[in-house]
Each structure stands twice: as structure tokens, then as C-alpha cells.
């Protein structure tokens, strides 16, 4: 009888240890590095796997080829007194007679706020239909002048040009003041105006302003407007002024401090700033020659990266950093990031045995536990 008590202590000891280890799964984030070296395209992946070289970083160092079209740039300062459609203007007359045909000689006569309509024009009482467009206030003074001496003797006149919507911007996004500004003499450049409006508010590594045209828009870095003087373009009424965050961003996941998609803090940053920025790799259980950006890479750059001309469209590639190799470190340091990266660190092997172990050290733990209750 006891005998078969014993029998049955070690059956339900091993019928318990049996159960769990077979219930149980290794849990990880991701794939290792061999199993993503499997996956290429060599493995019959649909992905390239490529190492990271100097002249594969030479061959991606592809930034936002950001800057104003040829239309913007070889658009010239417009002067601030040049009349144009939609200005106002103001007019004032003053008369040698005492009896004028608009007033006295001791009462001018003001005519304030004249729009110049779209076809350029503006009417004056006694002068008529007068073309205003492209001419300056003094060039208008001198024709009013000429047409109003057939009706009254040695007229005086003073033409005057304040701000219409003919002349204005509107500006919006990160500046200290949105609105609508006049173009005025020191505000005809882009840089100007962006002053007028309380300047950028946002990080200058990754503002970005961009110009609307009339059915043309371009855009242009901050920081570029300011090295570059041929980017502080003139302004024409009615331009409309964006100034926002650079929206790219990449993820990272895997043996990382943190997992997040981050968005870019500059214009470049390089494959070692990124994990910088996620808190660099966890020195737990990261393996530091399993480093993987994977990246969607258009047709022309894949041709040279991969040393090929049959190639057709986007392809995937998946390119490995090893930072234990004596030039890793300087390869990711000049790996530049693009948008829409994953960054993925695996784990290193030996990671994955204490998982095991644990795995199996539990339940021999648990299967003694059982032991001493069954007893």
C-alpha cells in the first residue's frame, strides 16, 4: 500500500512538471538577429539585408531637398509705392480760386479712401476714370494734376497710399502674431515680415516656412532662409505664409531605454543620435551587433545600394549596424535617419538562454512545492 502511494506521489509530480513546460512559451519583443538575417532575400525574404559600409552611407545621406522655386526667387523687390489692384489710396485737392469746382482755396478737398479697382482704376470728380495700377503716388499726382487743370487753375494735388488688400500677407502657424500684414517699405522681404509678426516661435532646427502663391507653394528651412540670402524672397500681395514643425519621425523598438515613435529634433540625425535619443541601448539585453533600420528605399537609391539595374519601384531593405566592429561606431555616427525608419535592436543569445532556464527552473520549483503539499 505504501509502495503504491510512492508510485503515485512521482506520477503526479511528473505529470505536473510535464504539463507546464510544455504550457510554456518564451516571451520576447521581437526577432532575433539571425532570424531577420534569415528573412532576406537570399533566404527567399522579400527584403534586402544590407551591412552598413561608408559607401552605403554616402549612397542614403539623402535630406529634404527643401528651397524656393526659381519662380519665387527670381521674383524682384516690388516697390512699397507701386499702385496696385485692391490698394487704397488718398487724394487731396486744394485749389487757387476761391470758388473751385471741388471747394475753396482755403478748404481742401479730401478724397479719402479710394479703392483701385481690379482693372487698375480710380475715379476722381472733375478727372475722371484715372489708371492707378503700376504707377507710384507721385507719378498719380502728376496725371490727376494734368487732368484736373483743364477744369480749374494750378491745382494742388497730394496723392496718398495706404494699406489695402491689394498690398497684404497673411501669416499663420508658429509666429508670435498671426494675422494680416501690410506690405509696407521695411517689411517686403520674407524675413521682415516674419519679424513684423513677432518672429518664429518654434525650435529654429525644425521650423520650416512655406510661401502660397496663388496656386504655387514652396517651402524652405529656417535656418536655411537665414544662411542663405537668396532665400529671403520679396513679397506679393496676397501670399500666404506658413510657418510649422517639421513632421517627420521615426520608431524605435526593441533593446532600447524606450520604445516610441520620436519625431526629428534637426534637419539630419544620425542613426547613433536617434538611439541616443530612446536612451541608447538597454546594456541588459541589447546586442550590440544586432542593430536594424528598416526602411522603405526608392528606386534609384536601391540600384546603388544594392549594386543593381533590375530593380523595379520601392524596395524593402534592412540595413545592420555592428557597433562591436572598430569602425561601427563611426557608421552610426554617419548613418543618417530618414522618415518613417524603425529602429529595431534585438536582444543578445545569451538572453534568450536565461529565459529558458527560467522557464525551466519554474517549474521545478513548482513541481517541489506540489511535492510538499502531496506530502
Not at 494680416?180 to 522681404?189: A, F, G, N
Not at 506679393?236 to 519625431?263: H, M, N, P, Y
Request: charged share 20%.
Amino acid at each position: 500500500m505504501l509502495s503504491q502511494l510512492r508510485l503515485l506521489r512521482r506520477a503526479l509530480r511528473l505529470v505536473l512538471l510535464a504539463s507546464l513546460v510544455t504550457a510554456c512559451t518564451l516571451p520576447r519583443g521581437g526577432p532575433n538577429r539571425n532570424e531577420i538575417l534569415d528573412g532576406g532575400t537570399t533566404q527567399g525574404g522579400d527584403a534586402f539585408v544590407v551591412p552598413v559600409t561608408d559607401d552605403v552611407t554616402r549612397a542614403v545621406a539623402l535630406t529634404p531637398a527643401l528651397g524656393f522655386s526659381q519662380n519665387f526667387l527670381s521674383a524682384g523687390t516690388q516697390g512699397s509705392d507701386v499702385i496696385r489692384p485692391g490698394d487704397v489710396l488718398g487724394v487731396t485737392v486744394w485749389e487757387n480760386v476761391e470758388a473751385g469746382i471741388l471747394g475753396t482755396a482755403s478748404a481742401p478737398t479730401p478724397i479719402d479712401e479710394v479703392q483701385v479697382d481690379g482693372k487698375g482704376f480710380i475715379f476722381v470728380p472733375y478727372a475722371g476714370r484715372v489708371r492707378a495700377s503700376g504707377n507710384t503716388p507721385e507719378q498719380l499726382r502728376e496725371i490727376i494734376t494734368e487732368k484736373l487743370e483743364a477744369q480749374t487753375p494750378d491745382p494742388q494735388v497730394v496723392v496718398r497710399r495706404m494699406a489695402g488688400d491689394g498690398s497684404t500677407v497673411s501669416i499663420v502657424g508658429g509666429v508670435g502674431a498671426q494675422g494680416v500684414y501690410p506690405i509696407e517699405r521695411p517689411t517686403r522681404t520674407l524675413t521682415a515680415m516674419l519679424a513684423r509678426a513677432g518672429g518664429v516661435t518654434i525650435a529654429p532646427e525644425i521650423a520650416q516656412v512655406t510661401i502660397i502663391r496663388g496656386n504655387n507653394q514652396s517651402k524652405v528651412w529656417l535656418q536655411d532662409l537665414y544662411r542663405d540670402p537668396k532665400f529671403d524672397i520679396a513679397l506679393r500681395g496676397g501670399d500666404r505664409i506658413l510657418v510649422e514643425e517639421d513632421t517627420r519621425a521615426f520608431t524605435a523598438v526593441g533593446a532600447t531605454g524606450a520604445q516610441a515613435r520620436v519625431t526629428f529634433t534637426s534637419q539630419n540625425i544620425s542613426a547613433m543620435e536617434a538611439i541616443a535619443q530612446v536612451g541608447g541601448l538597454n546594456t541588459q539585453i541589447a546586442d550590440p551587433t544586432g542593430i536594424f533600420i528598416l526602411r522603405n528605399e526608392p528606386e534609384d537609391i536601391s540600384r546603388i545600394v544594392l549594386n543593381r539595374d533590375d530593380l523595379s519601384g520601392t524596395q524593402r531593405v534592412v540595413y545592420i549596424l555592428d557597433l562591436t566592429k572598430p569602425n561601427g561606431l563611426f557608421h552610426a555616427r554617419d548613418f543618417l535617419i530618414r522618415d518613417d525608419d524603425t529602429i529595431y535592436v534585438t536582444e543578445a543569445p545569451f538572453v534568450r538562454f536565461n529565459k529558458a532556464l527560467a522557464a525551466f527552473l519554474g517549474p521545478l520549483n513548482t513541481a517541489a512545492s506540489v511535492d510538499t503539499l502531496v506530502n
